[in-house]
């Protein structure tokens, strides 16, 4: 069983267009993260739930708007792409906030043409 | 300057070799983790630590937090061990993020 899901593996859409990346997690946890690799490999946290709840949400444009209808999905709806927001795109979850290790999905290939 | 400073960047070791990498930090933390990506993509933690040392299999994690400094560490390397090998602290103040090193790129040759 995969214990972080996201889906879809590889998004490519044009300049403009809007477009949601799904995560779902079955491992029980209480805090969910989106994190974002640019094309050199940094990562960086973008948003974090804690059952449901938004707890860090770092300097992201407000086309980015995460969404988490319980505390075993966090979905990342994106407006307006523009091709800046080509990147990787990490689900993540852990079981404290801070205190436990992460398990992340196999993460988004976003592409904006 | 990044808060996290991994070195080195890139590290190319035949196999059976022993594998230091380091990891510096500039702000006080509660907490340090190890994360590995593999050249598909796909990140797993490896470590999650706030003091001293741990052990997993080839695998050894250290910090030494008054010099704010912490190593990974693999014995006997193999060519499935290369992989980006990331640093990454959670402050002791302020939110609950993590910030990242920008990674070690490590390379096992057969």
């Known amino acids: 069983d995969t214990a972080v899901s996201q889906t879809p593996k590889y998004l490519v859409t044009q300049m403009g267009n809007d477009k949601s990346i799904k995560c779902e997690q079955n491992l029980g946890h209480d805090t969910m993260y989106w994190y974002k690799q640019d094309s050199k490999k940094f990562l960086k946290i973008m948003f974090s739930y804690n059952n449901k709840e938004l707890i860090i949400n770092e300097t992201v444009p407000n086309r980015f708007s ?48 | 300057k990044n808060e996290v400073e991994q070195s080195p960047q890139n590290l190319t070791a035949q196999e059976g070799e022993f594998i230091t990498i380091n990891c510096s930090y500039s702000v006080g933390i509660s907490a340090l983790h190890w994360l590995q990506q593999h050249p598909g993509g796909g990140i797993v933690s490896l470590f ?43 402050s002791n103040f302020g939110n609950e993020k993590l910030t990242f090193g920008t990674g070690t790129r490590l390379t096992i040759i057969p």
């Not at chain 2, 999650?48 to 741990?54: A, D, I, Q, T, V």
């Open chain 2, 48 to 90: 999650m630590l706030s003091s001293g040392k741990k052990k997993h299999g080839r695998l050894i994690a250290t910090i030494n937090i008054q010099e704010k400094h912490s190593s990974l560490h693999i014995t006997a390397s193999h060519p499935r061990d290369s992989a980006v090998y990331i640093c990454a602290v959670r």
């Open chain 1, 66 to 113: 995460p969404k988490s209808p319980d505390k075993a999905h966090l979905n990342l709806h994106i407006n307006s792409l523009e091709l800046g927001d080509s990147a990787v795109y990490f689900c993540a979850s852990s079981l404290v906030t801070g205190f436990s290790p992460l398990h992340f999905g196999n993460g988004t290939r976003l592409t904006v043409t």
